[in-house]
C-alpha cells in the first residue's frame, strides 16, 4: 500500500523529526534479523519430537481402557490445538516483522522503497486466517470482539489494566503497560487495539510523533478490522499537527475511500478542511 510508504518515510524524515530521528545503522538492522531467526530455530526444535512421549494404557476392563484412551485424546488434540494456535501466531509476526525489517533494510541502503513486494509467508504457504469469534467470546468494546481461547494465560488482565489506566486519565502508566503488552503479546487478536490506544495514551502525554507512529502500527496490523477507519483518521490528523500537511491529507482522504460507512469519515473531512487539503 502505497500512502502507507508514503506516511512511514513522512515520519521517519519529517521536518518535526529531522534532528530526532535516531539512528539505526544497517547492522542493527541485520541483527534484528539474526535475532528473529534464532526464534524461528527454538520454534522449529519445539515442533520436533524428542522420542520420550508414550501413553500409559490402563489396565482392568475394557470400559476403563476406553474411557483412558479417550481421555488421552482429548488431551493430545487440546495440546495440538495449543501449539498449532501458537505456531500461527509467530508465522503472523514473524512475517509482519520480516517486511518491516526488509523495508528498513531497502530504505538504510537507497533503495526504492515502492518496489517492494509483499512479504513471503514465514515458513511458505498462506498466512493463517483469523477464527471468527465465538458467541461466547468475551467483548472490550462494542466494534473488537476478541475470543478468549486465542488469548495467552493474562492476556485479557494486562489489556484490561492498561485501558482502565487510559479512561482514569493516567497517560503515563496507560502508555508503558500497552507497550509492554505488545512486546508481551506480539501479533495476538488485541495488538490493533493496544496499539491504538497506546497512540491515545502518548497523545494525552503529548508525544504526538511517537503516538502516530503507534496509530500507524494499529492500522498495519488489521487494515480492514473494526478499529482500523478510527486508527487511520488518528494517524492523518496526528500528521498534520505535526506539520506533515501532504501525509496528512492523503492518509484522512483514505479514510471515506476504505470505509464510506464509517463515522470517523466526517471527523476527516473536518480535519483536511482543516489543514486546507485540495
Do not use: W
Not at 530526532?20 to 541483527?31: E, G, K
Not at 534484528?32 to 476392563?61: H, P
Not at 478499529?227 to 494517524?235: D, Y
Amino acid at each position: 500500500m502505497r500512502f502507507i510508504l508514503i506516511v512511514t518515510l513522512g515520519l521517519a524524515f519529517g521536518p518535526v523529526a529531522a534532528h530526532a530521528q535516531d539512528a539505526q545503522t544497517l547492522a542493527d538492522v541485520r541483527q534484528e534479523l539474526t535475532v528473529l531467526n534464532v526464534e524461528v530455530q527454538k520454534l522449529r526444535r519445539e515442533l520436533s519430537t524428542t522420542g520420550g512421549a508414550g501413553i500409559a494404557v490402563a489396565s482392568g476392563s475394557v470400559l476403563d481402557r476406553v474411557n483412558a484412551m479417550e481421555s488421552e485424546l482429548q488431551r493430545l488434540t487440546s495440546k495440538t490445538e495449543e501449539l498449532e494456535n501458537k505456531v500461527n501466531r509467530v508465522v503472523t509476526d514473524g512475517t509482519n516483522r520480516i517486511g518491516d525489517l526488509e523495508f528498513r533494510l531497502v530504505e538504510l541502503e537507497g533503495g526504492d522503497v515502492g518496489s517492494i513486494g509483499q512479504t513471503p509467508t514465514l515458513g511458505g504457504g498462506e498466512l493463517p486466517a483469523t477464527a471468527a469469534p465465538a458467541a461466547s467470546a468475551l467483548t472490550t468494546s462494542p466494534t473488537t470482539p476478541y475470543n478468549s481461547a486465542e488469548l495467552a494465560i493474562g492476556e485479557a488482565s494486562d489489556f484490561e489494566r492498561a485501558k482502565a489506566a487510559l479512561a482514569d486519565g493516567d497517560f503515563r502508566a496507560a502508555a508503558d503497560q500497552f507497550a509492554t503488552f505488545n512486546q508481551t503479546y506480539p501479533g495476538g487478536p488485541l495488538g490493533p487495539e493496544a496499539d491504538l490506544r497506546h497512540g491515545d495514551a502518548l497523545q494525552g502525554l503529548g508525544d504526538t510523533r511517537e503516538a502516530a507512529r503507534a496509530y500507524l502500527a494499529s492500522f498495519s496490523a488489521d487494515p480492514t478490522g473494526p478499529l482500523a477507519a478510527e486508527a487511520l483518521f488518528q494517524l492523518g490528523k496526528s500528521l498534520g499537527e505535526l506539520g506533515q500537511v501532504q501525509e496528512g491529507c492523503v492518509t484522512l482522504g483514505e479514510v471515506a475511500m476504505r470505509f464510506p460507512s464509517s463515522p470517523y469519515v466526517a471527523q476527516a473531512q473536518a480535519q483536511r478542511a482543516v489543514l486546507s487539503c485540495q
